[in-house]
């Protein structure tokens, strides 16, 4: 029998589809107070992009773990559906990457785009072991991936938000653009 979710993951996948459809939510919110910014004609590709990938994630969280709480349901038959769409989706962003380097956000840009395909792709090999086996271990790497993708999609709509930038890869980001300005011998 192909694994069902079993009880003791239950009360994440609950926690999970309300945590996930309140931050859609608080998402949609904050790009509708002021949509021309995102998605007027004047709008910047970079905040599309930051608002699609935030998005994308979220979505895909919600999807995954609403589909877990459905009894005798092929799970990872799901997980391998839902995740096409959200690769595709990333991969739609490589179409933006020339404006990473306009906007000095290429380490970060690069270090999220990697970060989503890899959480995706991962995914995606994850339904694939779920629909052929019953191994415990696999749904309790799925959960780790959830949540890195939760990572991504808070990451994400911070940065819509117009968040200040720091962390590790803003001071990367800085420490090669001094980098470059430093007049050479």
């Not at 589909?67 to 989706?89: C, E, K, N």
């Not at 994850?126 to 749904?139: A, E, P, V």
């Amino acid at each position: 029998m192909r694994l069902m979710v079993s009880a003791d993951f239950q009360p994440f996948f609950s926690a999970s589809v309300a945590a996930s459809a309140a931050l859609i939510g608080l998402l949609f919110v904050s790009v509708s107070v002021a949509p021309e910014r995102v998605f007027g004609e004047q709008s910047d590709v970079v905040r599309q992009a930051q608002a699609l990938s935030a998005f994308t994630a979220l979505a895909n969280v919600f999807f995954i773990s609403l589909m877990a709480l459905i009894p005798d349901l092929r799970f990872g038959l799901v997980v391998t559906i839902v995740s096409v769409p959200a690769i595709i989706q990333t991969l739609a962003l490589l179409g933006h990457a020339g404006q990473w380097r306009a906007t000095r956000i290429v380490l970060r840009g690069a270090f999220l785009f990697l970060a989503s395909a890899a959480i995706y792709a991962y995914e995606f090999v994850l339904g694939i072991q779920l629909g052929n086996s019953s191994d415990k271990g696999t749904l309790v790497s799925l959960v780790f991936v959830l949540i890195g993708a939760y990572a991504v999609g808070l990451g994400r709509a911070w940065e819509l938000l117009g968040a200040p930038r720091s962390g590790l890869t803003s001071y990367l980001t800085a420490l090669v653009g001094a980098l470059r300005r430093k007049p050479k011998p």
